[in-house]
């Protein structure tokens, strides 16, 4: 009877994802002109980023603070850091999708497409990981103080990637990538990531 | 009508093979390209040898378990190329595994049809359709992956998910219903099966025929200046800090 209910289900899975599928290879890959890519990107503070993730941060933040400071503090420090990864993550699939409009075309690649592409992959990996823990952590009420307050410092690493290390792989990948650009683009780009 | 149903895809799986054979498939996907090649050669040979019926007897079910074992090794091929990125990743290794055991968990949860004799026909049969578990899985799975990771659509990997994923989940669907139904749905579950089976080998084929792009290299020059001006950025950031 379980068996036949997860055949059903995984037969309705695959039907629907037939039908999503069709719909997207069919689909034209939108077409854009990377001069309005700059536009599209949401700016990332790299030091704010460096500063939430830094351990020593943390620690003179418990050192410094009492304990309900401390949960405050850190509550709002958490809010910051899923800000900049919802930033990452929109900024990571804006580059994928000019990189795939751009240099995909109609043709079929063996695999994942590019090094955009790739990069861009992990990054939302790594923020997808990163807010789930967020979220668990934030859901928490406040009036649960026997469980400790986790250090922001340990989402550097989420579902085995480095944030900061993918986020600048995907840079240098861009970079390469959008080589092509007038230079004041080039660096508006640079800046925006 | 019935026999000449059964090799419609066998012309269509001779013209993939030769469209792989020009894409140069057998390098990127050895054991994809193997499967299609023992498919028509199965296909061939069990047409020539219909009219033995012991001979044909043991080529039937010898081809049906290299038809179940070289899918399941297409599918962990084409899950090892969209992962490629993520090699370093050790739980990403426990994918394949993962998805073939709760496959094979799912279809021995199942009621084993009793009309078979013989263990190594059920083990056979037991393993064929955990493979087309295994196969509805990972294209259901990566269409999802790929929709929400946004990745590029038009990639081989996917084209070969899809051709498996649209024969496995028509032929997983039959198969339950011919085990409610019993020998009387025997027409339709063959039509069927062999209708979704050349469904799957023309996605190949039309996945195959487009050309693979190569990525252009950068230009040089303005390579070198696009990394320059990141590693100012890098370097500025590294002395506010």
Redo the contacts between chains.
């Keep these: 009877m379980?068996?036949?209910i997860?055949?059903?289900l995984?037969?309705a899975?695959?039907?629907?994802?037939?039908m999503?599928?069709l719909y997207?290879?069919c689909a034209r890959?939108p077409r854009h002109d990377p001069k309005n890519l700059v536009h599209y990107l949401h700016p990332v503070d790299?030091?704010l980023l460096?500063s939430l993730l830094d351990p020593a941060a943390d620690f003179e933040l418990r050192w410094r603070l009492s304990p309900r400071e401390f949960r405050e503090e850190q509550r709002c420090r958490m809010r910051l850091f899923r800000e900049l990864l919802r930033r990452m993550s929109h900024n990571?699939?804006v580059l994928?999708?000019f990189d795939?409009a751009l240099?995909?075309?109609?043709?079929?690649?063996?695999?994942?497409?590019?090094k955009v592409?790739?990069a861009?992959?992990?990054v939302?990996?790594y923020c997808t990981a990163a807010r789930i823990k967020l979220r668990v952590w934030l859901s928490l009420p406040d009036t649960l103080r026997a469980v400790p307050m986790p250090d922001l410092a340990r989402l550097r690493m989420a579902?085995?990637?480095d944030g900061p290390k993918v986020y600048e792989e995907l840079?240098?990948a861009a970079?390469?990538?959008?080589?092509?650009l007038q230079?004041a683009e080039?660096?508006a780009l640079?800046?925006n990531l | 009508m019935g026999a000449l149903l059964w090799y419609i895809p066998a012309p269509l799986l001779l013209l993939l093979v030769g469209v792989l054979v020009r894409r140069g498939a057998y390098r990127?996907?050895p054991f994809f390209f193997t499967y299609v090649a023992f498919g028509a050669a199965a296909d061939v040979t069990r047409f020539l040898t219909q009219g033995h019926h012991s001979l044909y007897f043991w080529i039937y079910w010898l081809t049906d378990a290299g038809y179940a074992l070289l899918g399941a090794l297409a599918m962990y091929e084409l899950l090892r190329?969209?992962l490629?990125?993520?090699s370093h990743?050790?739980?990403t290794h426990l994918i394949f595994p993962a998805v073939v055991t709760v496959g094979l968990s799912?279809?021995r949860?199942?009621v084993v049809p009793p009309q078979l004799q013989g263990p190594l026909r059920l083990w056979i049969v037991t393993g064929e359709i955990a493979v087309r578990?295994v196969q509805?899985?990972i294209?259901?799975g990566l269409?999802?992956f790929i929709?929400?990771?946004?990745?590029?659509?038009?990639?081989?990997?996917?084209?070969i998910a899809?051709g498996f994923?649209?024969y496995?989940?028509v032929a997983?669907?039959t198969t339950?219903k011919f085990s409610d139904f019993g020998t009387r749905f025997r027409f339709l579950w063959d039509a069927t099966s062999v209708v979704a089976y050349s469904f799957a080998v023309l996605i190949w084929i039309g996945?195959f025929f487009?050309?693979?792009?190569e990525?252009?290299p950068?230009?040089p020059e303005?390579?070198a200046?696009?990394?320059g001006?990141?590693n100012q950025?890098l370097d500025r950031?590294r002395r506010?800090?």
Aim: glycine share 8%.
């Design positions: 379980l068996s036949s997860l055949i059903w995984l037969l899975w695959s039907a629907l994802g037939l999503y599928f997207r290879a890959v790299w030091d460096e990571s699939a994928a999708e795939n240099f995909g075309k109609d043709d079929f690649t063996p695999g994942p497409g590019s592409e790739e861009a992959i992990k939302r990996l579902a085995d990637l840079k240098a970079v390469e990538a959008f080589a092509d230079p080039l660096d640079t800046r | 990127t996907f190329k969209v490629r990125g993520f990743i050790w739980w799912i279809w949860m199942h578990i509805v899985f294209f259901a269409v999802t929709g929400f990771f946004g990745f590029r659509w038009r990639q081989y990997p996917l084209g899809a994923g649209v496995s989940t997983l669907l339950i996945f487009v050309p693979e792009k990525e252009p950068p230009n303005t390579l200046f696009a990394l001006t990141l950025y950031l506010m800090r």
